[in-house]
């Protein structure tokens, strides 16, 4: 009875109501959305690289690091050199080492100069190691493996010629035109900058860049290499490496020692400690975004409010016909807080049906230019709670009006008033 | 006339410049190792913690003015005797104490003292841990800010069970709880 006439109530007013609703879909929509971003961004971030006990880059911060390596986000501050490279993964507590040689690029996507121990050991998300949806891994020079967006964005198959440019600019003018890849593989998408990624062996990163000269091609013209010379070829610097440690125990002791290398300056980090880090310096924006839109919400609810108070003159009648008719008072405030429940369950429910649906719009687009899977449901073991809270504070706000209405005198809006 | 004096006086400065240079260049080429300057902070020490199965370490490093109290070197016998003590205290790792149910036990130590450049003495000691149950390590506690007047905080990377995840501790907040 309350239910039908609250639903008509509501259906009269219409055009105030769905204002209404709008602003509070639109706020709910935000508080819902950021939540859900920064939960998934910490989860995407996090399952990134899993199994790694240490990077290892040239002298710079530890976020920095951690950014190129893995996030393939930023530049390397320097260069390290092969031969210490060599001399590291040779430590008798190193169980694995996968080296990476970072510069160059293939039509935005960039390309990580690696060996197969990269194919091998690389874990991601919960210790998942890679896996290969089409051929297998490079063995010699001048061929490639993509990953899964890679190969989807620029419909590549296997055995298609690819060209890479120096650089890691999405156009670049300085192509490595003479030395066409063959890709030979193609990995299963990982929901990791795995699946942006174009890998290829070192030597071949040294290949292409033979008889350049302070950073651009040599004058000439270029000598073809042949088989023996391809064999040959010796890397000479790396940007940077990950380490898997035998034993966990030693991680600081080798971090220790890394960081004071003697024959070049390097910096060691722990992939989970570097992102502690990185978190620990979002929160204050985190709290801060958080922060805004509890303020918008509040906003909203309180032009909620307003529009019912507004209405409460022109209602004033309608008011005094329930109460003539027999209606209690506190049916009265049953009567306009079951309003603003529904107003408020109404805007939720709209709210996550457009989140919903501009997650799963935008989710292809996050992953593609940022990296970063989203899922697109926007549901937390808290976020019942939260809404919960939500329509608490509805409905305590909604209190104000009802309170109002409640005590509203018959006689007032039954008087005929000149 | 004297456009060719400045030219000759151009052309000796540029001389010494690329002699200047290459000498230089030599310098770099020849040095094969570099010195390490290590952020030596008075107030602050850093600290890790690893625990793996039942094995743990525990590492601290410092500069020495954190623990000792001053950074000259002792002169007085009242000095010589602080540094000796405040030493002590650090070796036998009375300043932390690691959650009683664990049932763990100090089972080695180092101890090294790095003089660095004017005085700057680092203080590095680490200590191999054996627990009975690892599971039942929530918490370290450490009292090395009462112990240690001079130390404000101290910054805490620590990897339990491969999760790492770092902490800042102080007099007020001297306990680590160990998230896992």
Known sequence: MLLKLARQSLWHRRGTVLMTLLSLTISIALLLGIDHLRLEAKRSFTSTVSGTDLIVGARSGQLNLLLYSVFRLGNATNNISYQHYQQLSSHPQVAWAIPMALGDSHRGFRVIGTNGDYFRYFRYGQQQSLSFAKGEAFSTVYQVVLGATVAEKLGYQLGDQIILSHGVGAVSFTQHKDQPFAVVGILAATGTPVDQSVHVSLESIEAIHLGWQGGAPGFGKKPKLNDTQLQQLEPKVLTAFMLGLKSKVATFAIQRQINEFKAEPLTAILPGAALAELWQMLAMVENMLLLVTLLVLIAALIGMVTTLLAAMKERQREMAILRAVGARPWQLFCLIQLEVFCISLASIGSALLLLCGSLAVLQPLLSSSYGLVISWLPWHGHTAALLAALLALALLLGAIPSYLTYRQSLAQGLTVRL | ?180
């Open chain 2, 1 to 180: 006339m004297n456009t060719n004096r400045s030219k000759k006086c151009w052309s000796g400065a540029l001389s010494i410049v690329v002699m200047a240079s290459m000498m230089l260049g030599a310098g770099l080429a020849q040095a094969q190792q570099h010195n390490e300057h290590g952020a030596h902070q008075h107030g602050k020490a850093s600290l890790t913690f690893v625990l793996d199965g039942n094995e743990a370490e525990l590492v601290l490093t410092t500069a020495a003015a954190n623990i000792v109290g001053f950074e000259h070197k002792a002169s007085t016998d009242a000095e010589k005797q602080q540094q000796q003590q405040q030493l002590e205290m650090l070796k036998s790792g009375s300043w932390f104490a690691l959650a009683e149910a664990a049932n763990c036990s100090i089972s080695g130590h180092n101890f090294r003292e790095e003089q660095g450049e004017a005085n700057h003495a680092d203080l590095y000691v680490d200590f191999q841990i054996l627990c009975q149950a690892p599971l039942k390590l929530s918490d370290i506690s450490f009292s090395l800010f009462s112990q240690s007047p001079a130390l404000e905080s101290i910054d805490v990377q620590y990897l339990v069970n491969g999760e790492a995840a770092v902490a800042e501790l102080s007099a007020k907040n001297a306990v680590l709880k160990l998230i896992r």
